[in-house]
């Protein structure tokens, strides 16, 4: 019986390995997703892997992926910590980066996140400062003051400056871009579309697990 269990326990910790070695033909370091040197740490607890979405409200290209975001969200691999970071490349997203973290600190991404992107993309609405945003997220049953005072907060300033560090160390030159584990950047171009960008990611997550079920194993 302990052989037996053994051989059961082995196999289920290879399982990620053996899915991510039949895989291995088909998604290319290079080709379908870009490897980052020297690999950047993650805050994801023991057994989960970090994917970060690299965007910002004022990208186009991020309101058209957006849709496939929230599609993968639905049936993401249980193992993924997903995350959202906004970038700032240019000085007119700075107050869109603000308004996601005012409204991740005030608990309201989930509400409003879809609706910004439709507000700006569908409606046409422009924002040009921090203040018109509050405007907008008053709308959305935000109290425009509590707003005004997150957006404008060394807590804010201290995750946009953050995340402009790891941009340029996850070496990001364009959005959207999706980070896996701190250690691989893929998007819609390297993968082919923005469908197929999921599936990289989804073998990126198997692949990270199989490399630690890999060295479970070994011990």
């Not at 992926?65 to 249980?78: I, L, T, Y």
């Not at 018109?132 to 946009?160: C, H, M, P, R």
């Not at 070496?171 to 390297?190: L, N």
């Amino acid at each position: 019986m302990p052989r037996i269990l053994a051989s059961l326990l082995a196999s289920m910790l290879l399982a990620p390995a053996v899915l991510a070695q039949n895989m291995l033909e088909r998604y290319n370091a290079g080709q379908h997703y870009f490897p980052i040197d020297p690999p950047v740490a993650t805050s994801a607890p023991a057994g989960k892997v970090e994917v970060v979405e690299v965007f910002s409200y004022g990208c186009i290209h991020c309101a058209e992926f957006n849709p496939s975001v929230d599609k993968w969200k639905q049936s993401k691999p249980a193992a993924a910590q997903f995350v959202l970071m906004p970038v700032v490349f240019n000085p007119s997203w700075e107050a869109l980066a603000r308004a996601y973290y005012a409204a991740e600190a005030l608990g309201v991404v989930d509400r409003t996140h879809d609706l910004l992107f439709k507000a700006l993309f569908v409606e046409k609405k422009q924002f040009r400062t921090i203040e018109e945003l509050a405007k907008w997220y008053a709308t959305q049953g935000v109290d425009e003051a509590k707003f005004l005072a997150t957006a404008k907060s060394f807590g804010v300033n201290a995750k946009i400056k953050r995340a402009s560090d790891l941009v340029a160390r996850y070496r990001v030159d364009g959005t959207p871009s999706v980070i896996v584990a701190g250690k691989y950047r893929v998007t819609g171009a390297s993968a082919g579309s923005y469908e197929d960008l999921w599936q990289v990611v989804n073998y990126l997550i198997a692949k990270e697990l199989a490399t630690g079920a890999a060295s479970t194993a070994q011990r």
